[in-house]
């Protein structure tokens, strides 16, 4: 009969037996120890047990409040919702009263590297005065606002000019080295020659710009696999600028990039299995976007109903962010940007139009475009209901349908079991009154406890 071959020697206390099986590095001991090790971390991490209670919930798949609220929360996870749950022995209990637990908010349209953008100057002065490490500074203190007003996942559409750093930040995020959102991120954006500032400085100097320049479908298609090969989860484009009105009272735009470059961004983008997600303010903005096949539009200031049709037919979401553009209007049209001051009223007309048609509306605001801490982000939701949503769709607007939109329905966006245990609490009822969500007291993420005041 063969012998097995030698082995590496057992330690002392191994039985003769188990010496034989040993495998040829470590031995079974200490490997048994490791597990005996591992199951009991385990274990004590499955018996942190926490529930919360609050006086409804709205769980992001349900049409009806659940009342009252009973959540229990296993490690990172939700174990089960629901409005009759049994409270498990040991578990430490949360009870918010009068409050309306709901999943965790997402915000689709951020920029956590920009600290408001009302005029050239502020946009310039960051791109030129502030050194990446401090713009990734000030973008750390802006996750911990946003985490604070509830938003436990975000998509940061671009870094203006800080080229990487929101690689840098979700990876900060996700390995616990500063408190945030889950962020996806979109890098450095894709504009062309000429479509993005800073503008305007004598052409002797070099200087760098907000987002990536790429000029034709070559360069196109090789930035959409650079930005791809270093972190990028979605690709971000400006289809347009330059807005002003046609003598019919419409409002117009410049295109920035030919139907190719866009339609190559787009295969590109779609080859690579990444989304892409297209800054599209009026007709022909949005039509290229349209037309090239972009995942979601963003801002869409004017957006005509036969466009709106297309876009629920392609299943294109639209992201509105109306609190930055009522924020910035004022002054971008003080600044002698006069079509500023015509703006709000487009995109008002829009998003009732888009709620009517039934196109999938996802909750962004463009925070970043206004200052961080002016703690602007939860107005949104008031906007939405000014235009036409009702305040149940406003709130799944920022959650499960957010979270569909955004490939994150597995984890995110429902309270239900298994989900990720990311929950807000706003005091008394926003189905009443929507301004409840500007004021979160209780903030979950993944079981651990972010409400304002407590890290
Ligand atoms: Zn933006």
Known sequence: MERARPRAPASREEPAAEAAAAPPCGSIPSMRKLLLLLLATAALHAEDVTVVRAARMIDGRSDNVIAPAVVVVRGDRIESAGPNIAVPANAKVIDLGDATLMPGLIDAHVHVLLQGDVTTEDYDKQIF?????????????????????????????????????????????????????????????????????????????????????????????????????????????????????????????????????????????????????????AFPGIENSIVAGVDSIEHGLSITDE??????????????????????????????????????????????????????????????????????????????????????????AATSIAAAALGLEDKVGTIEPKKLADLVAVPGNPLTDITAMEKVSFVMKEGKIFTAGSF
């Not at 990536?212 to 196109?220: L, P, R």
Request: aromatic share 8%; hydrophobic share 40%.
């Open 307 to 396: 466009q709106l049709d297309r876009m629920k037919a392609q299943g294109i979401f639209y992201c509105p962010t109306t609190i930055a553009l009522e924020h910035v209007a004022p002054g971008r049209a003080a600044e002698g940007r006069t079509i500023w001051a015509a703006l709000p009223k487009f995109h008002s007309d829009t998003v009732r139009r888009a709620a009517r048609r039934g196109v999938t509306i996802v909750f962004g605001t463009d925070a970043g475009a206004f200052e961080w801490d002016a703690h602007l982000q939860t107005k949104e939701f008031g906007y939405l209901v000014r235009d036409g949503l009702t305040p149940m769709q406003a709130i799944r």
């Open 129 to 281: 005065r502030e050194s990446l490490p401090y713009r990734a500074l000030r973008a750390s203190r802006a996750l911990r606002f946003a985490l604070q007003a509830g938003f436990t996942t975000m998509r940061d559409l671009e870094t203006e000019g800080a080229m990487y750093t929101d690689v840098d930040l979700k990876n900060a995020v996700n390995n616990g080295v500063i408190p945030g959102p889950r962020l996806l991120v979109s890098t450095r954006a894709l504009s062309v020659t000429g479509g993005y500032g800073p503008a305007g400085y004598s052409p002797e100097i070099v200087y760098p710009h907000g987002v990536q320049i790429v000029d034709g479908v070559d360069e196109a298609r090789k930035a959409v696999r650079e930005q791809i090969a270093n972190g990028a989860d979605w690709i971000k484009v400006y289809a347009d600028r330059s807005y002003f009105l046609l003598p019919d009272g419409t409002l117009s735009s410049i295109p920035t990039f030919t139907r190719e470059e866009l339609k190559a961004i787009v295969d590109e983008a779609h080859r690579l299995r990444h989304k892409v997600a297209s800054h599209a303010m």
